[in-house]
């Protein structure tokens, strides 16, 4: 028996994006990627590493699933979400959404999927279903992974069930558009100053300024950090340039977020935040390629280098949000946006 939605998939970069795109665009709302990230307040920096850790981790967004949350608050969005540990009772509540003619939002470890290349465990990985069979389910990610693909029901089953760092218990989502939907361009100003105000003001050093800051600081000490620098310094760099994050850490995103905001709203204060973000993606850019340059070479200096350009992002980007966080006051809506 196969039950299969007819949804509209588009090219995309960053798995939660791509999940809430499917979702909305099923509900009638059009709403571009980085707009969606911007939105959700994505943006943010973490420096994360631990004992049991392999090696340190550069984040470039809020934790997963915290976009969704501030996704769907911000718009006023019905967010049902489901986890429990049983797996049966788990894809119950995966397939009543589709067969009731709605996709629904996965949370899982990716390692498990069929159609992932690079096996490696994350827990935080999401997906869109929109349809199932006696064998496999079909699913919507990113382009990097294939946009529209099938995975058995046996590895979805796996990844779901999967425990470790940023897993849930089997979480599956869907979301719902009130019939009046206020404009989503009238909760751009709340979104970017809420992104602001934690970027700015993070509870602990390892997070937003501060911890680009820091990283700037450790990232010259990595070559003695790991045993196979040839290894671990160039997939530390892949996750920054590739691994779901439009490259440089999601600061292309939000640029491109942030350029659709300038045709929006007129204000110097936004304009000041998208040229420093235009600037600081191309200087994320340049942090891989040295990080990945001392890995493969051995060469400290890379690594030095890259810690004085961390150092200068993270002075960057504190400037481009503190305009940003101003915008509360004195952003008008451009008189031709339309509605």
């Known amino acids: 028996m196969a039950m299969v939605i007819d949804i509209d998939a588009r090219g995309t970069q960053h798995c939660e994006t791509t999940a809430l795109g499917v979702l909305l665009r099923h509900q009638g709302l059009e709403l571009s990627e980085p707009m969606l990230f911007g939105l959700g307040s994505g943006l943010s920096f973490i420096y994360w590493d631990s004992k049991n850790m392999g090696f340190p981790f550069l984040g470039g967004r809020v934790k997963p699933f915290a976009l969704t949350r501030n996704l769907a608050t911000e718009l006023g969005l019905k967010l049902l979400v489901r986890e429990t540990t049983s797996p049966r009772r788990a894809w119950e509540n995966a397939v009543a959404p589709i067969d009731a003619g709605q996709p629904v939002g996965l949370q899982l470890d990716s390692y498990y999927l069929d159609y992932f290349a690079s096996k490696v465990h994350f827990g935080g990985h999401v997906v869109a279903m929109y349809g199932y069979d006696d ?4 699913l919507v990610d990113t382009d990097q992974q294939g946009g529209t693909v099938s995975t058995s029901l046996t590895s979805l089953a796996q990844a779901r069930a999967a425990r470790g760092p940023m897993a849930a218990r089997h979480r599956s989502f ?8 206020s404009s989503p361009h009238d909760r751009i100003v709340p979104a970017i100053t ?4 934690a970027f700015l003001n993070p509870p602990i050093a390892n997070l937003g300024h501060r911890g680009i800051e ?3 600081k450790l990232v010259r000490t990595w070559l003695q950090r790991t045993d196979n620098p040839q290894r671990d310094l160039p997939h530390a760099a892949l996750l920054m340039e590739k691994a779901g994050t439009g490259g440089a850490l999601f600061r292309n995103l939000y640029r491109d977020f942030l350029v659709e905001c300038t045709q929006l709203l007129d204000s110097s204060d936004l304009r000041t935040g998208h040229r420093l973000y235009t600037e600081a993606a191309t200087l ?3 942090v891989a390629v040295l990080i990945t340059e001392a890995g493969n070479s051995g060469n400290a200096r890379c690594l030095a280098q890259a810690g004085t350009i961390l150092g200068e992002l993270s002075r960057m980007e504190r400037e481009a949000m503190q305009a940003l966080s101003r915008l509360g006051g004195n952003a008008w809506p451009h008189a031709d946006r339309g509605g």
């Not at 064998?135 to 079909?138: G, M, S, V």
């Open 194 to 197: 809420a992104c602001a105000d």
């Open 135 to 138: 064998h496999d389910a079909y």
């Open 284 to 286: 994320w850019t340049e």
């Open 174 to 181: 869907t979301l719902t558009a009130p019939k009046k939907l």
């Open 214 to 216: 820091k990283a700037g």
